[in-house]
């Protein structure tokens, strides 16, 4: 069995692995988690809120969870005539929605905090190595040293779990109809693949090589104001703080470049980044860089073509991933996953003769037109060729 290799020596290990003889050793900064040995009751804790219902003055009393959530069923015995159908949440992409009880991973998005099972990212990526992030993600304690053998990759541990994001969500939803987990792992991997998830990192290369140099940045800053332009690798749905994830790979860049040489677009990076935070326009709407502002920097920097991108980021998530669908096998609460909608198409109408559905048509102004689609994530690669740097 290896023996564990300490994060200090992680330089060593890149020097080795890029074959850059003679770089020197440097140190990263010691960055630690807030530490609080009892986490605050969630949403205030366990309580009951009463509702009025002014459509008919009746008051209901709601139960609330030690976990500061509500129970979406108990909103259907408030009605008010109509239909007769009860209250329900219209929440588009779930943005205030607690949709499983988990144990996995924690994010304060506010705070900037990210943690694994309770382990700080910061101390991870800095003391720990990926395989053995991936058996505490998956099994919910660091490994002992007879169940490890030792490997060190601290962008793998960056990127092995995120709570509920996009392709989590995907994997949950379709275990929950009980697939085998290698189908359950292809349909998060397929979500993965998507330009506004997993490839997001590529969109921030192609913003930058855009960009071209440091001078044109003022501009393209106006041209992001007035919505002429996209801002790649800033904002989260979830931190309204620093990523905790895009401080740590900042660092590991700089590490990698002191050895592979310094990307141009790294001085355009950080030029873009120092004139964001400096703007009132994107401090007022929290806007800091993210994981994926720098990663792929890091990425190339290490020899890996674009295209590759979403398949590192998929790698260690599959840690994740399986973490999840292991345990939502375990869940009591685990049910088949059937979101309701708000329906607001047309009420009833009867089949109308091929002849006369022109005519109809016209009268029917709120009819589906179609429209030009937007060019996919797999066509924009191709067209930009397999290996564009």
């Known amino acids: ?4 290799r300490p994060a200090s020596t992680r330089l060593d290990v890149l020097s080795r692995q890029l074959m850059a003889a003679g770089a020197s050793s440097l140190q990263r900064t010691s960055t630690r988690g807030e530490e609080m040995l009892f986490r605050p009751a969630p949403g205030g804790g366990k309580g ?3 509702v009025v219902d002014n459509r008919s003055g009746k008051r209901y009393a709601l139960n609330i969870s030690e976990g500061g959530t509500l129970n979406a069923s108990e909103l259907k015995q408030i009605k ?3 239909d007769g159908v009860g209250l329900r949440v219209y929440d588009p992409g779930y943005t205030n929605t607690t949709a499983v009880i988990s144990r996995i991973s924690f994010i304060d998005g506010d705070k900037g905090i990210l943690r694994y099972r309770g382990y700080p990212i910061e101390e991870l990526a800095e003391k720990g190595h990926f395989l053995e992030v991936a058996h505490c993600v998956l099994y919910g304690d660091l490994p002992t040293k007879e169940q490890m053998d030792k490997f060190q990759d601290i962008m793998f541990t960056l ?11 995907a994997a949950r939803h379709l275990a929950s109809s009980e697939v085998d987990v290698y189908t359950a792992m292809a349909g998060a991997v397929g979500a993965l693949y998507g330009p506004l998830h997993g490839g997001a990192n590529e969109a921030v290369l192609r913003m930058l090589t855009r960009i071209g140099k440091v001078e044109n940045i003022p501009a393209f800053i106006t041209g992001v104001k007035a919505k002429k332009e996209k801002l790649f690798g800033f904002g ?5 703080n620093f990523d905790p994830r895009a401080k740590i790979i900042k660092e590991v860049a700089e590490e990698v470049f002191s050895i592979t040489g310094r990307d141009p677009l790294i001085e355009v990076a950080v030029a873009l980044q120092e004139a964001a935070l400096g703007d009132e326009y994107f401090v007022q709407r929290k806007l800091y860089p993210n994981v994926d502002f720098y990663s792929g920097l890091v990425y190339r920097a ?3 073509p674009p295209a590759f991108f979403p398949v590192l980021f998929a790698i260690p998530r599959i840690a994740g991933y399986c973490a999840h669908w292991r345990e939502s096998l375990t869940d009591p609460d685990t049910k088949i996953i059937r979101p309701q909608q708000d329906y607001k198409g047309v009420w009833f109408r009867h ?6 559905r022109a005519e109809e048509q016209q009268r029917q102004q709120d009819a589906d037109t179609l429209v030009p689609l937007p060019p996919s994530n797999a066509y924009q690669r191709r ?6 740097q």
């Open 1 to 4: 069995m290896a023996e564990h």
């Open 48 to 50: 009951t809120l009463t």
């Open 80 to 82: 008010a005539g109509g």
């Open 159 to 169: 990127h092995a779990e995120h709570e509920m994001n996009c392709s989590t969500a």
């Open 236 to 240: 989260h749905r979830v931190y309204r």
């Open 302 to 304: 290490m020899g890996f």
């Open 351 to 356: 089949f109308t003769p091929l002849g006369q």
């Open 383 to 388: 067209t930009a060729g397999s290996n564009w």
